[in-house]
């Protein structure tokens, strides 16, 4: 018989914590398929943060260090400039990047750093029970916005990708999505690519934003969750290519 | 014969830690130690190292915490209000064991304070600093010489412990210039770093994580590090002292503090007053034992700081009952003067010396 | 230098651009070189925004207990602003030594020695105008007979940047000049 699928040597076999229908399982084996195709498993290091990927370097087998909320891409700008001949890349959830880390991500792409960041929204603060996210949806019930996040009250859900866009030491921003097989492939390439563009020594930031379901605190089947991604989630934070100035 | 050479004491610290061999500093501006961050913009990419200015002291001590992990030598200084922003990169580095000089140029507080020089940072230097059962090693320079000596030391007690050591000095021995020699100071031996991240060639994976959730392995992480803390008390404590052998009235004091309570207990022996003067050096690990020997014998204890009272409580619990302990500050930024700290003196030993005749 | 204690609190004053800071460094490095203990503390942070500029160095034969001092055995200043603000703080038996093209006559509040320099006119007269601090520096070594002037000229070398440096046989000229006056003056005296 053929073999068709394998576990990527850079993924663990173990189960994990997650949440069934969580998006992150894909993510993490998405970033580990790249590691192994791009043949730096010997020379990369991983950034995990706070958020529910605490424990992603349980799942994935590179080097790791688990950093304070918000400040991966701090401690991913302190390896890589003692370490400027290894692969370094942060892996983030939204409340560790958009809000407690919104400094630390906007200053390492202001100062072009070299790295690869992984950004993981899911809209909500999964590991501390669903509250809101500064990408909250509006009327988005969360533990801390019961009635659903109101303009008036919390402002506008947070488009951290835009943003950086603007800088100029970002080089390449893509926002893609895991809520079906193709949007996955998509994912796929542009993690490959946000690697590659560090490989090849590219200055300045690369990062991919993926819109990853949370079906636990969206309260929603996991199916149900993948097409709220795609019929509400991705009104907000459009999927496509937000700047490639590799072009 | 070394070469002396004029130096404030920001700039001294900063060749020092190049001497030792820092890998990469990272710092945001505050003053009283902007002369740390300018020396190393100049010097670092001249020995072909690391410097960078972070968007924050937040930033800046993850930045270290990054390049510690990767097995470098790394350190960061700040001012007071910077450094209670680093607290939290504090008690990570320390969970993890990682090493790292950081040095607080204290300035006048609470708050934003002003911008001179201040003891008021002790408790938070000696108790951790940041949330968690932890310690750093905490070295209190009492010269311009020493702000060289003790960074340098600094990098040596960091990577043998794998402990962050924070040198406390304060913006007067930042700013003053005084001549020094660093020939003395050699590059320091670095001990392997087989948990450092820098890929994982033909090796397993390494982990640095302070997230310990399973069983009692956080008990058994606390256990470990306190056990650190009992060896590095049992090696490293330092302290200095001056005409204790008969002395009844001894002066506590550290930094540029113990340079002018010195020179008064000096001015004391002249007038006749049996003065004497201990001088921690390592105010973590506290010399107590020295303190509890000196008590002993029936004697006063004056504790001196540019603060409302904070070593004061170390030297009580020194002494325990075994003597008065007095103490006498100037806060807010006021630096004591050799003929306030005699005049205290005196006031404390004159009605004694009365009683004894 | 003598074997008995020396102990001698110094401030120099004047104008941010007056070159104040350089002469402390000076006087603190021909200290240093002369085998004496000193301390050398600038003004700095808000302090120096205001366009005044002061140093403090203290120089003695025994260790120096602190750099930060209250009041002074010397006080030199180059404008009317310092000179009002520190001659208050003399000792008693100090000096005072003051740039009088741009200070009028001063009375010290304590029984103090007075040097009126015209260091601006020296300087002016020397072509350097910029050297006004060196003709101080000058007149304050030859008064006070501690630290050769041969001392300080060395040292000019080192608190001068590099971009600087050809302008050391001027401050040199403007420093023997200004020692020249004080001797002068301090002859005078004398014969008065």
């Not at chain 2, 001549?179 to 994982?200: C, E, R, S, V, Y």
Request: aromatic fraction near 6%; hydrophobic fraction near 40%.
């Amino acid at each position: 018989m053929q073999k068709v699928f394998e576990r990527t040597p850079s993924i663990k076999e173990c189960h994990t914590h997650y949440c069934p229908g969580c998006g992150h399982g894909i993510v993490h084996r998405l970033v580990a398929e790249t590691i192994d195709e791009l043949g730096i498993h010997d020379r990369t290091i991983g950034i995990a943060p706070v958020g529910c990927a605490v424990l992603a370097y349980n799942y994935m087998d590179v080097d790791m260090v688990e950093v304070p909320h918000g400040r991966a891409p701090a401690v991913a700008t302190g390896i890589k400039r003692v370490l400027p001949g290894n692969i370094v890349f942060s892996y983030q959830g939204d409340g560790d990047l958009a809000s407690i880390g919104a400094a630390e991500i906007l200053h390492a792409t202001h100062r072009a750093e070299n790295l690869t960041v992984i950004f993981v929204n899911n809209a909500v603060y999964g590991m501390t029970g669903g509250q809101m996210a500064p990408t909250t949806l509006n009327d988005q019930v969360t533990s801390t916005s019961p009635q659903g996040r109101t303009v008036k009250h919390d402002g506008y859900p947070l488009q951290v990708s835009e943003i950086l866009a603007v800088l100029p030491g970002s080089i390449y921003i893509e926002r893609c999505s895991v809520y079906n097989p193709a949007q996955v492939r998509k994912t796929k390439k542009a993690i490959q690519k946000a690697f590659q563009l560090q490989i090849d020594g590219a200055e300045g930031l690369s990062l991919v934003e993926v819109l990853s379901p949370c079906p636990t605190y969206w309260r929603k089947s996991p199916v149900q969750a993948m097409k709220w991604i795609e019929q509400e989630m991705t009104k907000v934070f459009p999927l496509g290519c937000i700047k490639d100035t590799t072009l | 014969m070394s070469e002396k050479i004029l130096m404030c004491g920001n700039e001294a610290l900063s060749e020092a830690a190049i001497i030792a061999g820092v890998d990469a500093y990272f710092g945001y501006p505050i003053t009283p130690q902007n002369e740390v961050p300018a020396y190393m913009a100049r010097r670092m990419p001249q020995e072909g190292r690391v410097f960078l200015q972070s968007e924050s002291e937040l930033a800046a001590i993850n930045m270290v915490f990054g390049a510690a992990a990767a097995g470098k030598l790394a350190m960061t200084s700040s001012s007071s209000p910077g450094i209670s922003l680093m607290q939290e990169g504090i008690s990570y580095m320390c969970a993890a064991q990682m090493p790292a000089v950081v040095v607080n140029v204290m300035r006048g507080g609470p708050g934003l304070g002003n911008i001179s020089p201040s003891q008021g940072d002790y408790f938070q230097a000696t108790r951790g600093g940041g949330h968690g059962d932890y310690r750093t090693i905490v070295l209190a320079p009492g010269s311009v010489q020493e702000m060289a000596d003790l960074t340098h030391k600094a990098f040596e007690l960091a990577d043998l412990y794998r402990i962050v050591v924070m040198v406390l000095a304060d913006g007067l021995l930042g700013q003053m210039m005084e001549p020094i020699t660093l020939d003395h100071l050699k590059p320091i031996k670095t001990k392997a770093k087989p948990w450092a991240l820098t890929g994982a060639k033909g090796r397993k994976q390494n982990i640095i994580k302070t997230l310990l959730l399973q069983g009692n392995e956080l008990e058994v992480l606390n256990l470990k590090l306190q056990e650190v803390y009992r060896q590095i008390g049992d090696e490293q404590t330092r302290y200095d002292t001056y005409q204790v052998e008969d002395a009844d009235i001894i002066l506590v004091a550290y930094g540029i503090t113990s340079k002018i309570t010195r020179a008064a207990v000096s001015k004391a022996r002249q007038k006749g007053i049996k003065a004497g003067w201990v001088r921690p050096i390592t105010l973590w690990p506290f010399p107590s034992k020295v303190l509890t020997e000196l008590a002993k014998e029936p004697r006063i204890f004056l504790a001196v700081e540019m603060s409302n009272g904070q070593m004061v409580e170390d030297v009580r619990l020194a002494v325990g009952g075994g003597g008065p302990v007095l103490f006498y500050g100037r806060a807010g930024g006021a630096v004591p003067t050799v003929d306030e700290v005699l005049e205290h003196i005196e006031k404390i030993m004159l009605p004694e010396v009365m009683k004894k005749a | 230098m003598t074997e008995q204690d020396y102990y001698e609190e110094i401030i120099i004053a004047g104008f941010g651009g007056q070159g104040i800071i350089m002469l402390g460094k000076l006087l603190a490095n021909a200290a240093m070189i002369d085998g004496l203990e000193v301390t050398y503390f600038p003004s700095y942070g808000a302090e120096v925004r205001g366009g005044t500029a002061n140093c403090m160095v203290v120089i003695s034969n025994e260790p120096i207990a602190s750099p930060l001092v209250t009041s002074f055995d010397s006080v030199i200043v180059l404008n009317k602003a310092s000179c009002e603000r520190f001659s208050p703080r003399l000792k008693p038996g100090g000096l005072l030594l003051y740039n009088s093209s741009k200070i009028g006559s001063v009375i010290p509040p304590v029984d103090a020695e007075v040097l009126a320099i015209p260091s601006d006119d020296i300087a002016v007269e020397l072509g350097s105008p910029r050297s006004t601090n060196m003709v101080a520096i000058g007149a304050y070594l030859q008064k006070r007979g501690v630290i050769p002037l041969e001392t300080a000229v060395k040292c000019l070398e080192k608190v001068l940047a590099k971009r600087h440096h050809k302008t050391i046989p001027i401050n040199e000229k403007a420093l023997y000049k200004g020692a020249e006056f004080a001797k002068g003056l301090l002859a005078g005296q004398t014969v008065k």
